[in-house]
C-alpha cells in the first residue's frame, strides 16, 4: 500500500517529508515481525502508527490490542499482562488469562511504555527474547506468538539515566524506532490540519467552518505547538464553538494560543522563569475571575430567594448581617434585621443586572467537575500529562486512568 493509502485509511492529515518518511517505515516493517519503538512529543498522534502495523501485516486478522501502561495500577500490571494463577495474591479468586496470551498470533501496543514498573519490565523483556512467559504465581512456562509495538513521549535515554528503564529492554524495543516529528517541525501541515478539523467541528456542531485571515495564518504557523497536534485540535474545537464569528483574526487566534504573545520577542524573555511568572499571574486573575463570577451568581441567587414572600421574611431576619454585606456598604447596616424588598427594575443597585447569556446552567456533579479540571489542567499544560498531573495533586498514573475512564481527549 502506498504511503498516500494509508495516511487516507488511516485519518493521517499531512504531507510533510518528515512524517511521510514516519509512515513509509511503518509500512515497510509491517510484514516483519520486528518490535517497533514509537517515540515524538506528547500529541504528535503516535497512536496510528500500531494501527497501520498491525493492519499491514499478516497478523491482520489476529488480535489487537492497546494496553496504556500508564493506566493500569502498578499492583495488578503484571497480572493485567500475563495473567495470574488463582489464589496467587490476594483477591485472586480466579485464574485469569493476560493480554500476551489473549493476543497469540496479533499484536500488542504498549502505550506509554516509560510507565512500566521496572519489576514488569523484566518480564516483557523475557517475552521479547523467549516468546515465552510466567503467569503471576505459577512456574509454568507459557508460549505466545505476539508482535510488540511499544510507544512513549519520553526521552527513554534519560529515563535510562535515571536508573526508570533498563537499557537491555530499550535496545530490544527500539528495534526499529519511528519517530514522529513535533508539528513545529512540520510547518507545512499546521494549516491543512486546521482546515480539516475546522471542516470536522463545523460538521458536529452543524455550523459554518471557521477560516482564518492571512495574518491568522502566518500566527498559525509560527507558533510553537508544545501540545501538537492534539492542541491544535482542542483550540480548533473551542474557537469553534465559543467565537460567533467564522472569520478568525490574528488577535482573536493570539487569545487562544498560551504565549503566543510573546513569539517575536528575543530568546531571553522567553526563559522558562519568565513563563512561570507569566502563567501564575494569569492563574490568580483567573482565580479572582471565577470568584468573582460566583459572587455575581450567587447574588443573584440569593436576591431571586429574598423576592419569594413566602420563605423571604425569615431568611432575611436570620441572616441580616450577611444580605447587607452583600447587597450594601457594611458601614450602612442597622442594628436591628431590616426587611429588603427586591423588585427587579426600581432596585437595579442591589442587584447587578444580570444579562441572560451570562446564566450559565452550571453541573454540581463531582464527575463533571473532576472532568473540567482535568480538561483544564491539560489545556493549561498542552496536554502534558506529567505537568497536568502535578498541577492537580495526582500521580500521573491515576491522571492516566481517569483520562482513559472519562476518555478525555
Ligand atoms: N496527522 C494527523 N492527522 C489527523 N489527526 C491527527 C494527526 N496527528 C494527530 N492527530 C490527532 O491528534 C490527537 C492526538 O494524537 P495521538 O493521540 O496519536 O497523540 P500521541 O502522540 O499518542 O500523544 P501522547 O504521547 O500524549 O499519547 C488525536 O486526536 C489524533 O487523532
Ligand atoms: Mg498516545
Same mark, same amino acid.
Given at each position: 500500500? %502506498?504511503? @498516500?493509502a494509508i495516511k487516507q485509511r488511516f485519518g493521517i492529515i499531512g504531507t510533510s517529508p518528515l512524517l511521510e518518511r514516519a509512515i513509509d517505515i511503518a509500512r515497510q516493517v509491517s510484514p516483519t515481525d520486528l518490535t517497533v519503538l514509537i517515540s515524538g512529543e506528547s500529541g504528535v498522534g503516535k497512536e496510528a502508527f500500531p494501527k497501520i502495523i498491525h493492519h499491514l501485516s499478516a497478523r491482520k486478522h489476529g488480535p489487537y490490542i492497546a494496553v496504556n501502561c500508564g493506566a493500569i495500577p502498578e499492583g495488578t500490571i503484571d497480572s493485567e499482562l500475563f495473567g495470574h494463577e488463582k489464589g496467587s495474591f490476594t483477591g485472586a479468586h480466579e485464574a485469569r488469562k493476560g493480554y500476551f496470551e489473549v493476543v497469540d498470533t496479533g499484536t500488542i501496543f504498549l502505550d506509554e511504555i516509560a510507565e512500566l514498573p521496572l519489576s514488569t519490565q523484566v518480564r516483557l523483556l523475557r517475552v521479547l527474547e523467549t516468546g515465552e512467559f510466567f503467569k503471576v504465581g505459577s512456574s509454568k512456562v507459557i508460549k505466545t506468538n505476539v508482535r510488540v509495538v511499544a510507544a512513549t513521549n519520553v526521552d527513554i535515554p534519560i529515563a535510562i539515566g535515571e536508573g526508570k528503564f533498563r537499557e537491555d529492554l530499550y =535496545?530490544?524495543?527500539n528495534t526499529v524506532p519511528i519517530k514522529v516529528p513535533p508539528l513545529k517541525s512540520r510547518k507545512e501541515d499546521i494549516h491543512l490540519l486546521f482546515r480539516k478539523f475546522a471542516s470536522d467541528f463545523a460538521e458536529k456542531y452543524r455550523m459554518p467552518a471557521l477560516h482564518l485571515t492571512e495574518n491568522a495564518i502566518r500566527l498559525l504557523i509560527n507558533y510553537r505547538w508544545p501540545g501538537n497536534v492534539r492542541q491544535l485540535k482542542n483550540i480548533t474545537e473551542q474557537i469553534s464553538i465559543i467565537e460567533k464569528k467564522r472569520e478568525i483574526t490574528a488577535d482573536l487566534l493570539a487569545k487562544y494560543l498560551p504565549e503566543s504573545q510573546y513569539r517575536d520577542l528575543p530568546v531571553l524573555y522567553r526563559r522558562d522563569s519568565d513563563n512561570k511568572e507569566i502563567s501564575e499571574r494569569d492563574l490568580l486573575y483567573k482565580v479572582l475571575f471565577d470568584m468573582k463570577k460566583d459572587i455575581h451568581d450567587l447574588k443573584h441567587v440569593v436576591g431571586e *430567594?429574598? @423576592?419569594n414572600e413566602g420563605v423571604s421574611k425569615d431568611i432575611q431576619k436570620s441572616n441580616a448581617q450577611l444580605i %447587607?454585606?452583600?447587597?450594601?456598604n457594611i458601614e450602612t447596616v442597622g442594628e436591628s434585621a431590616k426587611e429588603i424588598h427586591l423588585d427587579k427594575g426600581s432596585d437595579d443597585h442591589l442587584i447587578e443586572p444580570i444579562q441572560e447569556s451570562e446564566i450559565v446552567e452550571e453541573s454540581l456533579s463531582i464527575q463533571d467537575k473532576e472532568i473540567d479540571l482535568i480538561k483544564r489542567a491539560l489545556a493549561k499544560h498542552n496536554g502534558k500529562r506529567k505537568n497536568a498531573a502535578k498541577e492537580l495533586g495526582i500521580s500521573e498514573r491515576t491522571? =492516566?486512568?481517569? *483520562?482513559? %475512564? =472519562? %476518555? *478525555?481527549i
Open positions: 500500500m %502506498e504511503v @498516500q =535496545y530490544r524495543l *430567594i429574598l @423576592q %447587607e454585606k452583600l447587597y450594601h491522571l =492516566y486512568r481517569k *483520562i482513559k %475512564e =472519562y %476518555e *478525555i
